[in-house]
Nanobody, 116 residues
Framework: QVQLVESGGGLVQPGGSLRLSCAAS????????MGWYRQTPGKQRELVAQ???????YYKDSVKGRFTISRDNAKKTVYLQLNNLKPEDTAVYYC??????????WGQGTQVTVSS
């Protein structure tokens, strides 16, 4: 069973950067299909970036050119580099696999707050 632990969030000024980490335990395959999601109060959780089994990477249009998803296979960790952050990027960020999303299973997430 895959377990995921997100970290790296914090308070940053507009234009700043953060790197989020997602440490995975269990199936190695999970990091090859991992995605990053975010949610703000009163809104539906949205997909921000994701690896696909075909080797492609998806980015939400509003984060293209600013966010980068990457992984370290040896550490079984997936990262999300957030650059040029904007106030509208403020949210709780989660990593997850399609399988866990399908059964609505989520970790605790990590809070990102962009504010001056």
């Amino acid at each position: 069973q895959v377990q995921l632990v997100e970290s790296g969030g914090g308070l940053v000024q507009p234009g700043g950067s953060l790197r989020l980490s997602c440490a995975a335990s269990g199936s190695m395959f999970s990091i090859y299909v991992m995605g990053w999601y975010r949610q703000t109060p009163g809104k539906q959780r949205e997909l921000v970036a994701q690896f696909s089994t075909g080797g492609n990477i998806y980015y939400k249009d509003s984060v293209k050119g600013r966010f980068t998803i990457s992984r370290d296979n040896a550490k079984k960790t997936v990262y999300l580099q957030l650059n040029n952050l904007k106030p509208e990027d403020t949210a709780v960020y989660y990593c997850n696999t399609p399988q866990r999303v399908g059964v609505d299973s989520w970790g605790q997430g990590t809070q990102v707050t962009v504010s001056s």
